[in-house]
């Protein structure tokens, strides 16, 4: 399974500098764990560091440019930080598998004399096989959509920008390789014709790259919840679908792919999900006579079942989210923000434990990272696996991890429930 061990965002928002786990010149750092928290009061940034990983998403999938409009962000100066002039900046850094030679991926955006965003700068380096220590060799470097790629799986170049500011073009020159040697063969001069796209995007669809494919595959497969109960009672036109898209418009048709495909496994799922939503003893699905599907609850002291138009917001959020880590071929990344609106507070814990035993289960599973405001969904979680976001007097925010207080440490561990020391203001800055 893919997983994010860390990751950083400069000069978006209020997250002027806000790094979460272990980066590739970080690496004393604890990595980040299989199921990540964010907690924090309302304004501190919740919702910004969310939408980062959403952000990143859509430029990949349509481009800068229309990532900054998208989702109501307004364009790159709604984003920039106020008061910064240089560029958005992410870096992740990433393993496919544990025991996968560790890559990290910089993204640098900023706007032109017109006002419009591009990329800057992107990089895609990862220390050569046996190299422990030093740094990574970049196998991908573009700056203003220009710059070198290495074939294969194993070469790369090794940059120390610490010795100046760095200069592809002299960089590039400086080579002179010959046509004829072996290390030429695996390097390639590019040039993007879109400096609004993402190398990635463009690179990662050729077979000979396949570390940047295997990286573009990762953050497509991305989930990002913006589930609303209204979008799941719509009446979706009859057709299996075989994943739950991010509004849960098509709970219906996954619903119906997984009567169809996985009869059996499917009934053992709704048997397992109507044992955690109160009141629910089978779920199914009806298609009415124009092609539309229905979406039924059988309450167990009714006889006939409810549609999921006559559902609580909160039934359907947990059935949802039970739904969707079931899938057959899960997200590698799932992020889902305040799963805890609308539902009964003591289901939160047992969320909470699905979320985890999802994320640190069965091969293949997903990374789950998660917004809350909620304490008793954070008694369900260890020090370890919650982060604290708090805004400064300067208005930008700041973020810690829970297990960084040997208070909090001990303290949990003579019993006493995260959560709770939360809601006591344990976790509050001292």
């Not at 496919?96 to 800057?120: H, K, M, W």
């Not at 708090?390 to 440490?409: C, M, P, Q, Y």
Request: glycine residues 8%; contains cysteine.
């Amino acid at each position: 399974m893919a997983k994010i061990e860390g990751f950083r965002v400069k000069n978006f928002r209020t997250l002027k500098d806000v790094t979460l786990g272990r980066l590739w010149n970080l690496q004393s750092s604890v990595p980040l764990t299989p199921m990540t928290a964010v907690i924090g009061k309302n304004g501190v940034g919740k919702s910004t560091l969310f939408d980062a990983f959403g952000f990143l998403a859509d430029c990949l999938k349509a481009g800068v440019e229309e990532a900054c409009d998208a989702r109501g962000r307004g364009g790159f100066q709604r984003i920039l930080s106020q008061g910064q002039s240089d560029p958005i900046e992410f870096e992740i850094y990433y393993k496919e598998d544990g025991n996968a030679r560790p890559i990290t991926y910089e993204l640098a955006i900023d706007q032109d004399a017109s006002g419009r965003p591009f990329v800057l700068k992107e990089r895609l380096r990862q220390r050569r096989k046996g190299q422990k220590h030093g740094w990574p060799f970049s196998f991908l470097v573009l700056n203003n959509g220009k710059g070198v790629v290495w074939k294969g799986e194993q070469e790369g170049q090794k940059i120390d920008e610490t010795s100046g500011d760095f200069d592809l073009s002299k960089w590039i020159e400086s080579l002179k390789l010959n046509e004829t040697s072996e290390e030429s063969k695996e390097i390639e001069v590019v040039e993007l014709e879109d400096r609004r796209k993402l190398g990635i995007a463009t690179l990662g669809s050729l077979k000979q790259h396949p570390r940047i494919s295997a990286f573009r595959q990762f953050i497509e497969g991305w989930y990002l919840s913006y589930f609303t109960p209204d979008a799941a009672r719509s009446l979706p036109l009859a057709g299996p679908q075989k994943h739950l898209n991010i509004h849960g418009d098509n709970l219906g048709n996954v619903v119906q792919f997984m009567e169809r495909e996985h009869p059996k496994r499917f009934q053992q799922i709704l048997n397992r999900i109507a044992d955690k939503i109160p009141g629910i003893n089978k779920i199914d699905s009806e298609k009415t006579n124009d092609g539309r599907l229905l979406l039924r609850f059988n309450d167990k002291g009714f006889k006939d079942p409810f549609y999921a138009q006559q559902m609580s917001d909160g039934t359907l959020k947990v059935f949802a989210y039970l739904l969707l880590l079931e899938d057959p071929v899960p997200p590698p990344f799932l992020c889902i923000e305040e799963p805890e609106n609308g539902l009964y507070h003591k289901l939160l814990e047992t969320l909470a434990r699905e979320f985890r035993e999802h994320a640190t289960g069965r091969k293949g599973s997903s990374q789950v990272f998660i917004t809350t405001h909620q304490p008793y969904f954070v008694d369900a979680l260890e020090p370890e696996e919650v982060w604290i976001l708090e805004k400064e007097s300067n208005g930008f925010s700041t973020i810690r991890r829970a297990s960084d207080s040997d208070l909090v440490n001990n303290m949990v561990r003579e019993g006493l429930p995260l959560g709770g020391l939360w809601y006591s203001d344990y976790l509050d800055a001292r």
